[in-house]
């Protein structure tokens, strides 16, 4: 079955440094792709979205993600991080006939 | 503009009992959606509405049942619930009809306990 895989579900980084959160999917052919963040208690928000128009995709507080084709990768990225982006991070696809798929999760902990 | 409204917030239910979750939306949207998330498995498709009068399932339909009862709402129901259901329920909505480029509008989540 097509499916959205995030490595490590949990990420550590202390405040101010490079931020990685990894996606992998799996389809033939190109999905569209958005990254979601939830903070406690929350539901939900779309931080990003790719829909082909450009391979690096900015999105809101800072990150920014690029589709990389030939890895099947939509990895996102922050320079810095601050404490304010701990939280739990989804990427997610559309995928084929299917509707969006989601990863596992991402729980990301800034450390001061 | 309160986005989605889900209702209760939190619920414990005994092994058995039934119940109804909630959910409005007031941005005109065609879609709507119900997920469950659980620790490490991500959000897992229950069923969705695709437009007013239409509902299909989704990846984990069984022991629920759902009703878009007009545009804006789309209840799903435990009819005997079992503590494989416990959980947080999140309903979203977007404008299209499940077409798969449209980001989600998420509520805040009931978090139901079945014990």
């Known amino acids: 079955a097509q499916s959205v895989t995030q490595l490590g579900s949990h990420v550590s980084v202390s405040e101010g440094a490079l931020v990685l959160l990894r996606c992998n999917y799996s389809?033939?052919?190109?999905?569209?792709l958005f990254w979601y963040v939830q903070y406690p208690n929350q539901g939900l928000q779309l931080l990003l979205k790719?829909?082909?128009?450009?391979?690096l995709v900015k999105g809101i507080n800072g990150f920014e993600a690029e589709f990389k084709k030939s890895e099947t990768s939509f990895h996102l990225t922050k320079p810095s991080a601050h404490m304010s982006d701990a939280a739990e991070y989804f990427c997610?696809?559309?995928?084929?006939?299917?509707?969006?798929?989601f990863g596992q999760g991402t729980r990301l902990t800034i450390n001061p | 503009n309160a986005g989605v409204t889900q209702t209760p917030k939190f619920q414990v239910l005994k092994t058995g009992q039934s119940m109804t979750l909630q959910c409005a939306q007031d941005?005109?949207?065609?879609?709507m959606y119900w997920y469950r998330q659980d620790p490490g498995m991500g959000l897992r498709l229950i069923y969705y509405?695709?437009?007013?009068?239409?509902?299909d399932k989704g990846e984990v339909p069984n022991g629920y049942n759902v009703s878009r009862l007009n545009k804006r709402e789309f209840s799903l129901r435990l009819e005997s619930a079992a503590p494989s259901q416990t959980s947080v329920y999140f309903c979203?909505?977007?404008?299209?009809?499940?077409?798969?480029?449209?980001?989600?509008?998420f509520g805040n989540g009931t978090r139901l306990t079945v014990t």
């Open positions: 997610a696809a559309g995928l084929g006939a299917q509707k969006l798929v």
């Open positions: 389809s033939s052919v190109p999905p569209y």
């Open positions: 790719y829909t082909s128009a450009a391979t």
């Open positions: 941005m005109n949207h065609n879609s």
């Open positions: 509405s695709a437009s007013e009068g239409t509902t």
């Open positions: 979203a909505s977007e404008p299209g009809q499940g077409k798969r480029n449209s980001p989600l509008h």
